[in-house]
């Protein structure tokens, strides 16, 4: 069986409606728009949320809460679990710059957190912003050690800071 086979089903392809081909069609003279009137004018349309002119009901409810801006708003954690780090090599120094560079990461310029899934079977140093305590307990139970940076410049969601 091929998609060529598949029969057509019933009613399931519809004839395209032509407006404005005369009398015979069914669909003449006003084209299927009634009289005269607002939807019956080219180039109508009301905008989303008209309500005909009295106050629609987005004006009439209360502004509630608080949004931040873009701009208020911190970058998202960038996150490595200790499993991933098995793969560099045993005493290596790991640094938020070489965890973009082996693709584990996408932006070495947001804050780095080290969360603790999996296991880790290298004796690593590593420098992150964060850690959570099963990655510290984990990194150091295979001798290992941790050393916390500080967090970068915060910067907003969706922004790179250029390299200074």
């Known amino acids: 069986m091929n998609i ?3 029969p057509a089903v019933p009613g399931a392809r519809h004839r395209r409606k032509r407006v404005g081909r005369g009398i015979g069609s069914g669909h003449g003279k006003t084209s299927t728009r009634g009289q005269k009137g607002q939807r019956a004018r080219t ?3 009301k905008r989303p949320g008209f309500e005909g002119g009295r106050n629609p009901l987005i004006r009439a409810l209360p502004k509630r ?3 931040q801006k873009a701009t208020g708003r ?3 954690h960038e996150i490595v679990n200790v499993d991933q780090l098995n793969r560099f090599q045993d005493g290596q120094r790991i640094t938020p710059e070489q965890l973009e560079t082996a693709g584990l990461i996408r932006d070495a310029a947001r804050t ?3 969360l603790g899934d999996g296991t880790l079977t290298k004796r690593l ?3 992150v912003h964060r850690t959570s305590e099963s990655a510290t307990a984990k990194v150091t139970q295979a001798g290992g050690t941790i050393k916390l940076i ?3 410049a915060r910067a907003a969601r ?3 800071v250029a390299p200074g």
């Open 112 to 114: 780095v957190k080290l």
């Open 158 to 160: 969706g922004s790179r």
């Open 150 to 152: 500080p967090p970068p």
């Open 43 to 45: 180039g109508s349309g």
């Open 74 to 76: 911190p970058a998202p």
């Open 125 to 127: 140093t590593i420098a």
């Open 65 to 67: 809460g608080f949004r």
């Open 4 to 6: 060529a086979s598949i």
